[in-house]
Antibody, heavy 114, light 112 residues
Framework: EVQLVESGGGLVQPGGSLRLSCAASGFTFSSHWMHWFRQAPGKGLVWVSRINSDGSSTSYADSVKGRFTISRDNAKNMLYLQMNSLRAEDTAVYYC???????WGQGTMVTVSS | DIVLTQTPLSLSVTPGQPASISCKSSQSLLHSDGNTYLYWYLQKPGQSPQLLIYEVSSRFSGVPDRFSGSGSGTDFTLKISRVEAEDVGVYYCMQGIHLPYTFGQGTKLESK
C-alpha cells in the first residue's frame, strides 16, 4: 500500500526538542522530493521544509530556519524532522508529503507547553 | 512571500448546485519552464488534506471530473459543477513556485 506514516509527536516544554519520523512505503522513496507541512489547531496549512531526493538540498520556512533540520534515509525509506528550541507557536499537526502534496500522511501532533 | 487570497471564505451549497472558489496571487505563478504552479487541496473534516488539482487545471488521479481548475498568471478558480455531500470541507489553494510555498486562507464548503 502506498502510504506515509508519521510518528514522534507529543508534549514538550518550550525550549525542548523532538524528532519526527515519516515512514514511506509502496513507492520508490528515493526518487521523490519530500516535504513537511504543519497546521496549528483550527488554522490553515503552512509549508515547513523540503528535501530533494538524495538529501543534498534542503529549504526551510523562515519561522523554523536554524531550529529545525530535515533529513532522510533512503535505505530505510524514512524522512525526519529534528525540531529544536521549540516554541509555543510550533504547536501543530505535522504532515509529511510526497512531492507537493501528492501523498499525505495522517499527521502527528506536536504540543509545546509548560 | 507570495500572498494568496481566497474568496469566499465560506460557502453553503445545496447538493447538485455548482460552486466556485477564487484564488488570487500577489505575484505571477508562471514559471520560466512554462508551467504554472498552482495547486488545490481539500481537507475533509478530521482528515489530512488531499490533492485535487495540480498546475492550475490537471485533475489528480481519482478526482471526480466535477472538479475543474482554471486561470493563469495571478487569478485562479476552482469549480465544482455539481456539489455532492462528500465535497464538504476546507479548500486551499497553494503556490509552488516561490519559496516559501504559501497557501490561501482556506474556503469552508458546507452542504445546505
Amino acid at each position: 500500500e502506498v502510504q506515509l506514516v508519521e510518528s514522534g509527536g507529543g508534549l514538550v516544554q518550550p525550549g525542548g526538542s523532538l524528532r519526527l519520523s515519516c515512514a514511506a512505503s509502496g513507492f520508490t522513496f528515493s526518487s521523490h522530493w519530500m516535504h513537511w507541512f504543519r497546521q496549528a489547531p483550527g488554522k490553515g496549512l503552512v509549508w515547513v521544509s523540503r528535501i530533494n531526493s538524495d538529501g543534498s538540498s534542503t529549504s526551510y520556512a523562515d519561522s523554523v530556519k536554524g531550529r529545525f533540520t530535515i533529513s532522510r534515509d533512503n535505505a530505510k525509506n524514512m524522512l525526519y524532522l529534528q525540531m529544536n528550541s521549540l516554541r509555543a507557536e510550533d504547536t501543530a499537526v505535522y504532515y509529511c508529503t510526497r512531492e507537493l502534496g501528492i501523498l499525505w500522511g495522517q499527521g502527528t501532533m506536536v504540543t509545546v507547553s509548560s | 512571500d507570495i500572498v494568496l487570497t481566497q474568496t469566499p471564505l465560506s460557502l453553503s451549497v445545496t447538493p447538485g448546485q455548482p460552486a466556485s472558489i477564487s484564488c488570487k496571487s500577489s505575484q505571477s505563478l508562471l514559471h520560466s519552464d512554462g508551467n504554472t504552479y498552482l495547486y488545490w487541496y481539500l481537507q475533509k473534516p478530521g482528515q489530512s488534506p488531499q490533492l485535487l488539482i495540480y498546475e492550475v487545471s490537471s485533475r489528480f488521479s481519482g478526482v471526480p471530473d466535477r472538479f475543474s481548475g482554471s486561470g493563469s498568471g495571478t487569478d485562479f478558480t476552482l469549480k465544482i459543477s455539481r456539489v455532492e455531500a462528500e465535497d464538504v470541507g476546507v479548500y486551499y489553494c497553494m503556490q509552488g513556485i516561490h519559496l516559501p510555498y504559501t497557501f490561501g486562507q482556506g474556503t469552508k464548503l458546507e452542504s445546505k
